[in-house]
Every structure is written in structure tokens, then in C-alpha cells.
């Protein structure tokens, strides 16, 4: 089934970018330097709080985005309104295609600071423009990734539901987060756009109004059950242990009918209540019919609820899965590592660059990942898998986007050869170890003299 | 200049919407009750840590979509291919069209907990569709636009620019957050199709790629004043000081034709080196040339920058305005309120909801608001200002969309209303204080007490 023809990201999006990369663009090109050689790589300087790793993200959609960037007219007579830009510089843009290649890791693959999560090779004006569009795409949805790694790690088997669209941070967020977590493990999503665009599983039970607009619960759950008969029926709305019996009394006036597969706690303690639940049920005979929970949940939450038996089946998580709640932005950069061939650094405090084009390695050892290199890309392969791999050239992907499902297993795959200490949710101690090749240390120390003096 | 054909939204935006409010709308359909008048209403639990208000923000957008809220023949097929939704279900949404009524309080007006920031009047089976969309966009941008005001008033009445594009959560945050950035009072934004889109004023300086590219910073900085004689040179590339004595010596290469309005600061001490930089570039006879800093700036550190007696002239902030760092999400609700003519509430802990349509009645006493009331919409008029105004009927605009412009500028007179100890970064003590009229906390216990029962 094709999904609706909406392209992955706004119409318009050639101007989703800042002003300065237009001007220099603009300046590169008026100083004939345009068609110079750039490497630009994006990393993240180091990992947010609580974060043991990373998740990478995005770099699908950015090459689709990417493969289709143009200047339309209305956005040229924008630009053209601004006054600054003169109409040769303008004229390029009407031609304006990507043509560089990208090298980056498979979505889905853990990483760690300073490790490029792509490098783009591409004449300078062109890589210049889309910074914005890389850091914004593989930003908020590394970011996404990789804090539902931790909710689906804490909730340890257990499928977890998203159910935060309503307070993404925005419809992009939300869209391109519920591809982020089902990459990361999340079993389904509520979203329906997120559904028909990337082919991932919906879900949904039923809203507190639905409950409210009844003169009772009772009449409720039994016009609800009666369209869909296998339906999770959410009990808070005036008293969850008083909503678990009315679905008791259900099943035994429906008998074999009932069908009914859950109920859902959304408020107030759930351990408790999710006992409380699980007993009355039990008592009634209605082991089959699941718990569910949802409100206000986290990793750390779901950690400590099944930590202390809380008989629960699945979670639903939404806000502070959907915006990263504890930490809701990464310390991304672009940066610029090589021009004309040369490798290039800056010496800002606290904001390295590892100049040139680089490869990590990872080491495996008893199927367990032991260590990373981070390399030169020109040295010879050093021992372990190399993390980069080519996915555009000229502008063009040189492969389709790969199946979500296939990409999901793989990441699947890929955490679980993590060492345990880093699946947790508290500090990996020691933290992964990641080092740099003697090419690569020899290559910065250099290009610091040259930059410096 | 007529903004690029970008919809406010992506196209497919229909099924920006959770499972459940489809399968609600189906039941309330087949149950013949999707006609009958239902009332939700959005508002804010409680207001987040580090918010004495909120700015509400993100209703024109959403009164945009509303009016535009078509079922495709794409998406209609994708909800057949869930297998579930009978086709007389998929008939009625393909002729789907919003056919209520909001009033909500105007865009830029200060709010607190539990007061509407909109009320919707429809057919309980429309009011139920909208409320993913409704919450994602009047929720990110009531966040956003809360978040800047605060960046805006730790500046004390210097500019403010966004540069949160690159790290803001998505692509339709950064753009709509732009617009609520410069209705709060931020000067500009980085970003072209915000600026496209809502006429903001766009602003950017140089990257640190563009340093790099040359063999010198100087030669950098020569290049790039002769195409862009007024601009911003960026001198922290390799040593801030350093660049602020190359910005000295290319005024005195270039004499009168030296136009530089400032120099950038991105990194390391911020106070330290603005103030080292102000000293030389004023040694220099450079008064005119303005510091402008960046670099992991929030409301705090600006307030505290500031505060410290730091020469610098504007502030360029990203990351932490753009995702709200401190506090990334709203605890937001939208609430059926009242159904078919009858209050509606729910007893679930901690969730509180005022039954029927409401109305805010804001008092002033010397220009100064000293408090709200939260009241019936149906009870005579209270004293003060009623905040929510009608916005839509029958699924139409009752007016078109206010200039940006004039809503900044109103904007900024609602805020001035603030007592002043709202208006700082502390928390306000006492608190801003809503009441509840007794009228309504009558209807509250009537209707608490018939669901109770």
C-alpha cells in the first residue's frame, strides 16, 4: 500500500537552512572558491547525560531530502527580496542540485562522541547549504533513538507503545520520532501519519472522553467492546479499581463473547493499582486479559516498576519519550575537516575538530563490541568493522532505503552486541573506550601547528 | 512578496491524529452520537518548572489547518488497509470537514494553569480527530514562545537572535518556533523559511567553515567584509583575541571603508573576553563596533552575563531556547468539558478538569494585571478583561490572520502588564493568583458528584 504522497518533509524546504550558509555560499562562489573541495563531518562533541551511547539516526531521510533539493521560483523571489544577493548568484541557485557524496553509518548503529555519524565530500557552496538540514534531521532523530533504546531496555521485553504526538516537540518531531523509536525497538506507535508514511504498526485504545460522554462506564466500555471486541479498555477515568470490576462484570455478562484484551491504568500509583488489578482479574479468572500502563512514564519509572513486580504487560510512553525529556538536544556539530585537500581544525575551547576524512573501527571481541578507533580514512584499515560506508555520490543514493523492518532487526542486533554495561540505564563504568589512530593524532597535531602559526 | 507555496503543515497532515481518535470517531458514528455537541477544552496542568506564565502561541496555525482538514484518497486508503473501518466510516471522512467553532484566547497572551488556551464547540466525532493535531502545535509553540520571552527579558532590551535551527527538534519546530520566538520579542531568526513563511526578519553572520577555508584568518576576514562590507566577523575560530586585533588591523587597513558593525563571540570565558575584546577594539578608537556573543547561551547565563557588567551588545541563542531545554514539554490537556449540553468532568488523581465552556477574566489595577478568574462562559460577565474571544465558526475564520508585527507588539504590552515579579527569572512569589468563580466550582461539584454516583 503506497503511502500518501507527502513528501517527507515540507514543500519549501530548500530555505530550511540560515542565512549565513546562503552568504557564504554566496561569497565562495563570488571568490571562484564554490567547486573547491569540502569535507564536512557531523558528530557529536560528546554524549549527552545519561546517555551511554548513541543511536544514529536520520541519515535516510536526509538523503531523500537531499536527492530532491531545488530552488522554486517562490523561494528564489524570497531570497531575490532580501536585497543582497545578486541575480548571477541567484541563477546558480535556480540550478542548484547536490552533487557530493556521503559516507555514514547504517541507521540504527550506536556511537559515540567525536565519531562521525556522516561525512559529506561535496564542493564547498554545496555542502555549505545543507548543514542546517543534516544537523536538524540526524539531530532530532539520534536524539530520539537513542533515548527510546533506554525506555525499551528498561521496559525489558515488554512492548512499549508511543504515544507522544501530542507533545512532540512539533509534527516533524513526531513523525519522524515514531520512525526513530520503532528503529529503536518501540513496538507501535499512535501516530497514523507515521503509520502510512514509514509502515510502522498503529495502535490505540480508547480516549477518557469517550468514557465521559456516557452517562455511565458501564454502558461505555459495553458500546466500545461491542465495535471492537478485542479492544484495551482504560479504566482511570473515575476510579481504576471500580473500572477493573466493570470490566469483570463484562466478561461475565458477555461469557464467551468477551474478548476484551487489557485494561489500561493512566493515573495514580501503578504498582499498586496495577496489583490491585492484576488480582481482581486473576480472582475472576481473567488471567488472559493484559495490564497496560501508560502516564507520565519514563525508563527510569518503568525500571523501578518492574524492579519491584509490578505486574505489568506493556507500556504506552509518550511526552518524555517524545522530546528526550532528560536530555532534549545533543551537542552536534558540522564541521568543516578538510578543504582543497588539505585537512582543516579550529582551536576554539572545548570544540575539537578532528581534521580530514575518518573511518571508526569497532572491535569485537566474543560477539561483544570491546572498543572503537577513530581513523584516518586514507590509512590502512585498522582490525574490526569499519562503521562508514558510501550511500551517496554525485548526488545520488546508491542504494534504496532499506527495509524499516530490516533496519530494526539490525539495530536489535547491533545493541545487543553492546557490552552490558552500556544497555543499562545507569553510567557505563568505564564508559566505551574510544581512542585515535596514530595516523589520525599525527594528522591533528599538524594541521594545530599549521592552523595556529 | 508572497512567502514560497509551503503549507503551514506537510500535506498528508489529516492523519496527523492518534488510532484511537479514528476508532472513537467510528464509534461515536456507528452509535449515531457523532453529531452531538461536545466541548473540549486546552489548557496547561500545571505550569513547568521555571515558568511563572506561559505565552500561549500556535492557534493561528492550527486555525489554518483546521479550515484547510481534508481526508485524501491516499490516506483514505492507507486507513483501509488497516482493515478495520468500515466503509460507510471511510465515505464520511472522505466529505470530512471541520465544522466548529474555537474561541481562544489571542496568540501572545500570558497564561497560567487550568486556564483555556482554546475551547472547541463540534460535533463530539470532529472534536475527537483534531486533538493531536491541536496539542502538538498549540503545545510546541506555547512552550517555545514561553521559553524565548524569558531569553528576551534576561536581555533587558538587547536583540536577541535565533540560532536554534540546527539543534531545535525537527523542522517544523525550528520554523514555527521562529514565529513564537519573535512574537515573545526575539529581534531575528537564522532561519529563511521561517523568515519566508512569517516575514521575520532574518539575520547571520559567518561559520567557522568559512575561516577555515582560508590560509588565514585575516585573509578570511578581507574576503568576506568585501562582499559584506556591514558585517559581523565570527573571531573565535583559532584565538578570540587574536581575531579581535585582525578586526583592528583591517580597520586600519581599510580607513574609512571600514563598515564591520561587530564582532562575534562564540566560545570560551564570554565575560572575560568580551570585555578584553571591548577594551581593545575601544583602544583602537572601535567604539562603534558591537559585541555580539553566542555559544550555549540560555536566559540564565545571558542574566547572569549581564549581571557581571559584560559589554556585549546582542546575543545569539540556539540550542537550549530551541528545544526549551529546561523544560521541553507542556503538561498539556485537551478535555471533553461538557457533552451533549451536559458538564463533563473526569476523577482521575492529579487531573483535574473544569467542567462546561469557560471563560478567563483578567483584572487590572494600574496597568498591572493582580489577577484571573476562571469562571463559566455562560455566568454574567466578571470584572476585567474575558481573555478567550471567539476565532472560528463553522469551521471558518472569523477574521484573517493578525500581522505578525501588530501580534509582537501586543504581545509585548501583555507582558508589560505582568507584575514585575513574574516578569523576572526567580520564581514569583507570591505566585500570579487564579481563582475560580463560584459559579464554576459550583458546576464542578455538581458535575463531580453525578459521575461520582
Chains 1, 2 share one sequence.
Not at 15 to 29: G, I, P, Q, S, V
Not at 50 to 71: I, S
Not at 96 to 104: D, E, I, Q, Y
Not at 397 to 412: H, M
Request: aromatic share 6%; proline share 7%.
Amino acid at each position: 500500500m503506497p503511502p500518501p504522497a507527502c513528501p517527507p518533509v515540507p514543500a519549501g524546504l530548500e530555505l530550511f537552512t540560515d542565512l549565513y550558509e546562503l552568504r557564504m555560499a554566496r561569497a565562495y562562489r563570488a571568490l571562484g572558491m564554490d567547486r573547491q573541495e569540502a569535507v564536512f563531518s557531523l558528530f557529536v562533541r560528546r554524549l549527552p547525560r545519561n546517555r551511554n551511547y548513541l543511536l544514529a539516526c536520520g541519515v535516510e531521510d536526509l538523503l531523500d531530502t537531499l536527492e530532491g533539493l531545488r530552488f522554486g521560483p517562490e523561494s528564489l523571489a524570497y531570497l531575490r527580496s532580501l536585497g543582497e544577493f545578486p541575480e548571477e548568484f541567484l541563477r546558480w541557485l535556480a540550478g542548484f542540485r547536490f552533487t557530493g557524496a556521503v559516507r555514514a553509518v547504517p541507521e540504527g548503529t550506536p556511537v559515540f562522541a567525536e565519531e562521525p555519524i556522516l561525512e559529506v565530500v561535496a564542493p564547498v557552496a554545496e555542502a555549505q547549504l545543507i548543514e542546517t538540514l543534516a544537523m536538524n534531521q540526524v539531530g532530532v532523530q539520534t536524539l530520539l533513538a537513542s533515548k527510546a533504546a533506554r525506555v525499551v531496555a528498561a521496559a525489558a521485553g515488554r512492548p512499549v507503545v508511543d504515544f507522544g504526538s501530542r507533545r512532540a516537540q512539533g509534527v516533524d518531531a513526531a513523525v519522524a520520532g515514531a520512525r526513530a523509536f520503532h528503529l529503536a525497538g518501540v513496538a507501535a506507535t499512535s501516530n497514523l501519519l507515521a503509520g502510512a508514511r514509514y509502515g510502522i504498526p498503529v495502535a490505540g485504545t480508547m480516549a477518557h472522553s469517550f468514557v465521559q460522554a456516557f452517562d455511565s462506564e458501564a454502558e461505555a466500555f459495553r458500546a466500545y467492546v461491542r465495535l471492537y471486541p478485542e479492544t484495551i479498555l482504560l479504566v482511570d477515568t473515575y476510579d481504576t479499581l471500580a473500572g477493573v470490576r466493570r470490566v469483570v462484570a463484562l466478561a461475565a455478562e458477555l461469557g464467551d463473547a468477551f474478548r476484551v484484551r487489557g485494561v489500561r491504568l493512566d493515573s495514580g500509583d501503578l504498582l499498586a493499582l496495577s496489583r490491585e488489578a492484576r488480582a481482581i482479574l486473576d480472582a475472576a479468572g481473567l488471567r488472559q486479559v493484559q495490564i497496560f500502563a501508560s502516564g507520565g512514564l519514563d525508563e527510569e519509572r518503568i525500571a523501578a516498576l518492574l524492579a519491584a513486580g509490578a505486574p505489568i504487560d506493556a507500556f504506552g510512553v509518550g511526552t518524555d519519550m517524545s522530546v528526550s525529556a532528560d536530555a532534549p538536544a545533543l551537542d552536534l556539530a558540522y564541521k568543516l575537516t578538510a578543504y582543497a585537500g588539505a585537512g582543516r581544525t579550529k582551536l576554539s575551547p572545548g570544540k575539537r575538530i578532528l581534521p580530514g576524512r575518518k573511518q571508526v573501527f569497532r572491535r569485537f571481541r566474543d560477539g561483544l563490541a570491546e572498543g572503537d578507533t577513530i581513523a584516518r580514512a586514507e590509512e590502512p584499515p585498522l582490525p574490526g568493522e569499519p562503521l562508514l560506508v558510501p550511500v551517496m555520490r554525485d548526488g545520488r543514493r546508491l542504494r534504496p532505503r532499506p527495509p524499516l523492518a530490516q533496519a530494526r532487526a539490525e539495530t536489535a542486533a547491533r545493541i545487543a552486541a553492546l557490552p552490558a554495561r552500556l544497555r543499562g540505564l545507569g553510567a557505563a563504568d568505564p564508559p566505551y573506550p574510544v581512542a585515535i589512530s596514530e595516523a589520525l593524532a599525527a594528522h591533528e597535531r599538524e594541521v594545530r601547528a599549521r592552523v595556529a602559526s
